[in-house]
Structures are given as structure tokens and as C-alpha cells.
């Protein structure tokens, strides 16, 4: 399935580029045409970054507005989206640092930090569950901005880190090594949280 997705994206960076050079060259209603190609991609990329879907749309409409001013500078030598991805991801991040805030889906983040072998949970494992939907919103507020985008792709988009280092302009063993400290800060952030609540729990009963 991976294999025939990865196909299936070939033929459009091929088809796109057809219509890339059709544009550069005065054909505007080419231009249309590569959007449709890749709107719905994107769509779905910027609604996992942004949620909100009013705020979501605005965004797509920049990024196809700088694919439009920037194509002559896209190196036709690369993958169209490669380009057309980190293009995406950049505006996204962009976008929500003038909102101060980030957004992700709850449940997926929690069970991609809190790995487990098929364990039962234990009444602080729910506990810690509990806390970790309550304060994902602060969590994400420590790690930096690249580092919650690397996590959106991966644990929400579900890009391989090949994938996310041509986004981001790392090396697949730099997404690694982020993914992993990341992993780790919030495991422990969320356990230290979990110990204070307890303490004061304990203290004030």
C-alpha cells in the first residue's frame, strides 16, 4: 500500500511538473490545474497543524498564493512536493506563531509518547492520561516550534522521516534524534506534572 501511495505520488510530481513548466512559460490556466493536484494533500497537511478549519483555509490560500510567486524558484531537479510541503509547513508555523498557539489531536499525540506493549492501564497510567489531555496545550508550549512540527508530521501526518527531514532541512537521523529528545521531554514532563498534582493532592486532603 505504501509502495502504490508512493507511485501514485510520483505520477503527480510528474504531471506537476508539466504544468509547472506550462506556467512558467505564460499558460495561467495551468495554474489551476497543479492546484487541484495537490489542494486536497495540502488541505490535509495545514488541517493537522492549524485545526481549525476557518483558519485552515486562509492558510491555503497563502501557500498556493507563494507557490504562485515563487515558482521560478523551485528546483525542478527535486520532487515537486518536497518543496511544495516544506513550503506548506513553513507558512503553517508562520501562521501560528502569530497566533501563539498549536494544535493537535489529543488522543493520537498521547498514544504515540506513551507507548505501550499492550499493558492494562494501571490507575496512574489513567491518571497520567487524564492529565496529559488536560495540559496538552501547555506541553507543547516547551518544546520548540520546530520540534512540534516534526512531532504534527510523524505522529499525526504519519510522514517517514525521510519525508519530515525534507520539510524541515534535516537529516532523517537529525528527525530521529529530535523525535526521540521530544519524546522523552514530554514523557517526563507529563510524569513530573502527575507527581505534583499528586503531592498537593496528598497535602491538601
Known amino acids: ?13 510528474r504531471k506537476a511538473l508539466e504544468y509547472i513548466l506550462k506556467f512558467l ?16 494533500r495540502v488541505q490535509r497537511i495545514v488541517l493537522k497543524m492549524v485545526y481549525s478549519y476557518h483558519d485552515s483555509q486562509d ?29 506548506s ?5 508562520d501562521f501560528l506563531r ?9 488522543d493520537q499525540l498521547y498514544h504515540q509518547v506513551n507507548k505501550q506493549q499492550k499493558a492494562v492501564d494501571t490507575p496512574e497510567a489513567l491518571f497520567m492520561k487524564k492529565e496529559f489531555y488536560s495540559h496538552i496545550q501547555e506541553l507543547l508550549c516547551h518544546l520548540e516550534e520546530v520540534d512540534r512540527l516534526i512531532v504534527t508530521l510523524r505522529f499525526v501526518d ?3 522521516y525521510e519525508e519530515i527531514g525534507t520539510i524541515v532541512g534535516m537529516s532523517k537521523n537529525t528527525v530521529g534524534t529530535r523525535l526521540f529528545r521530544s519524546r522523552k521531554f514530554l514523557k517526563e514532563l507529563l510524569s513530573h506534572k502527575s507527581i505534583e498534582r499528586s503531592v498537593h493532592n496528598a497535602t491538601s486532603g
Open 158 to 160: 504519519e510522514l517517514s
Open 25 to 40: 512559460k505564460g499558460d495561467a490556466d495551468s495554474f489551476p490545474l497543479l492546484v487541484e493536484l495537490f489542494d486536497q
Open 1 to 13: 500500500m505504501e509502495e502504490q501511495s508512493r507511485e501514485d505520488l510520483y505520477a503527480l510530481n
Open 98 to 106: 502569530k497566533k501563539k498557539e498549536i494544535t493537535m489531536k489529543d
Open 89 to 93: 509547513s513553513n507558512t503553517c508555523i
Open 59 to 87: 492558510v491555503c490560500n497563502d501557500i498556493w498564493l507563494k507557490v504562485a510567486q515563487n515558482l521560478n524558484k523551485f528546483d525542478q531537479s527535486y520532487p515537486f512536493h518536497s518543496w511544495l510541503y516544506r513550503l
